[in-house]
């Protein structure tokens, strides 16, 4: 416990900003990972609860990236288009 709250307040606390990917600078998917996990991880532990976690685990992760990504590409991103006086990150 403490080694991973030290990490953590270190990463938090680093004065030197963590440089992205181009391509995450573009494109946000942190709402859909939020939004799509939990709903993903229920169905699967519901219907396939008899998995080793660790399976279960990728496949959600899979799965939700997979929702992250459509979520971001067919609705986020378009409808920030919209949005008068705000650019999409997708420029």
């Excluded at 709402?31 to 991880?41: D, N, S």
Aim: charged residues 10%.
């Amino acid at each position: 416990v403490i080694l991973v709250s030290y990490i953590t307040l270190s990463v938090a606390l680093n004065p030197r900003p963590v440089k992205l990917p181009e391509y995450f600078q573009k494109n946000d998917y942190s709402y859909g990972l939020y939004l799509y996990a939990f709903p993903v991880q229920q169905l699967l532990v519901e219907n396939f609860g008899h998995l080793h976690i660790l399976i279960q685990f990728f496949v959600a992760l899979l799965l939700t990236g997979a929702a992250a990504w459509l979520s971001w590409n067919l609705l986020e991103s378009p409808c920030l288009k919209l949005k008068p006086g705000r650019q999409s990150l997708k420029s």
